[in-house]
């Protein structure tokens, strides 16, 4: 089955890149991907699969049906959408779109998707179950896999897979993490309220920017003594704003921020001990206060199985050179952790690194891919597929 899957593969490679570039050119925001997701489904419709639209908003389900009679459903999910960031590559393919770009490499994993649908659709006679194809857009502001999941793209499903390209790892390459792959990602917002007063007075005031410098330093001091440092958080106050003229007290103050967190345990504590410190602060300096925090999407934790399943399958196709594992989670977030809140699934990372060249990071506006890592990802994604049928025969 491996040498069909890497015989079709390899015979859509050209075209698999002609739908990367073509994706990658027209680049759609969050929530926008209207013309992408159009692209999608007239692909999967083409390889005979049963195409949903405006899924999600803006996304595409395709399901295949194998010729068995398991009831089972495996979910591939790939993401769409691109990002607010002016290209610098000087590319015949580059985005055509001003300040939009596909710097994440959702236009390949897209584009995996898809090549994925096109290999199995071409061996359906071989699989027991039912595939479903989960193009999702918004993943960069957190919001489209909870989209999907409240249309059902998760009902009936046993399992998933997911992938992300990642520059440091060498194209060819898979990239394996058991366990906590990405944080949690929470919004932090906290208001401090104290009395204006003259600058050159502060003793008949109360100072709210003076109070919420030591909101800060409390908080980051607070992290370091009163946290196990076994079950890493961090948090960024990114954005401070308040005061209303330099020479009066200011009398309010707002701080955003993100927190991120690995372990569940501490994701689930953390609202109640940073409004203890915060409220703490205030009492201090009889300031009034008020903190929002909005739980983001929680950490992907893949399961050991469906991890040890795919694997096998990278070290199958590709051989034990070709695989690494990787020693750390991300701080990054990754909205795939909502359809594991229905059902256990795993994420790999696909190596795009390219040889001997600065590879830039996710988010850059010079970020590229070493194109091979198409058929890298495709291969591994289908195999593993169909492995997922054969274990759950052998079981």
Request: charged content about 20%.
């Amino acid at each position: 089955m491996l040498t069909q899957i890497k015989e079709l593969a390899e015979n859509l490679a050209p075209r698999l890149i002609e739908i990367r570039r073509h994706i990658h050119a027209h680049p759609e925001l969050s929530g926008q991907e209207y013309q992408t997701a159009a692209y999608i489904a007239g692909v999967l419709s083409s390889c005979g699969l049963h195409v949903q639209e405006a899924v999600g908003k803006t996304g595409v389900v395709g399901e295949l049906t194998g010729q068995g009679k398991d009831p089972r459903i495996l979910a591939i999910r790939t993401d769409m959408d691109a990002l607010p960031i002016q290209e610098s590559n000087d590319l015949d393919f580059a985005s055509r779109i001003p300040g939009v770009m596909h710097a994440c490499g959702h236009d390949v994993h897209s584009t995996v998707g898809l090549g994925t649908a096109m290999v199995l659709s071409q061996l359906r006679d071989r699989l027991p179950g039912t595939l479903r194809f989960i193009f999702q857009p918004a993943e960069e502001i957190a919001q489209g896999a909870g989209w999907m999941v409240r249309d059902g793209v998760m009902r009936d499903v046993s399992s998933i897979f997911g992938l992300h390209v990642f520059p440091s790892i060498p194209a060819r390459c898979i990239g394996i993490r058991y366990g906590a792959l990405t944080a949690a990602a929470d919004d932090l917002e906290i208001f401090i309220q104290g009395e204006s007063g003259h600058g050159a007075r502060p003793h008949e005031a109360k100072d709210a920017i003076w109070i919420a410098a030591q909101v800060i330093t409390t908080l980051q001091q607070a992290i370091s003594r009163t946290q196990n440092p076994l079950r890493p958080i961090v948090l960024t106050i990114g954005q401070i704003s308040g005061g209303r003229a330099p020479n009066v007290i200011a009398d309010q103050v707002r701080l955003a921020g993100t927190v991120r967190s690995l372990h569940p345990e501490t994701h689930e504590n953390l609202p109640q001990w940073i409004e203890h410190l915060v409220a703490n602060v205030c009492a201090t300096h009889e300031a009034k206060y008020e903190v929002n925090y909005r739980r983001g999407v929680p950490s992907v934790q893949n399961d050991t199985a469906l991890t040890q399943l795919v694997e096998a399958a990278a070290r199958e196709a590709w051989g034990n050179d070709h695989v690494q594992i990787i020693p750390e989670p991300s701080l990054g977030a990754e909205d795939f952790a909502i359809y594991l809140e229905q059902a256990p699934g795993t994420m790999f990372r696909l190596g795009v690194g390219q040889p001997e060249q600065v590879n830039h990071p996710l988010h850059h506006p010079e970020f590229m891919v070493d194109e091979s890592a198409i058929l890298t990802g495709v291969v591994t994604l289908a195999y593993a597929a169909y492995k997922y049928w054969e274990n759950e025969q052998k079981s």
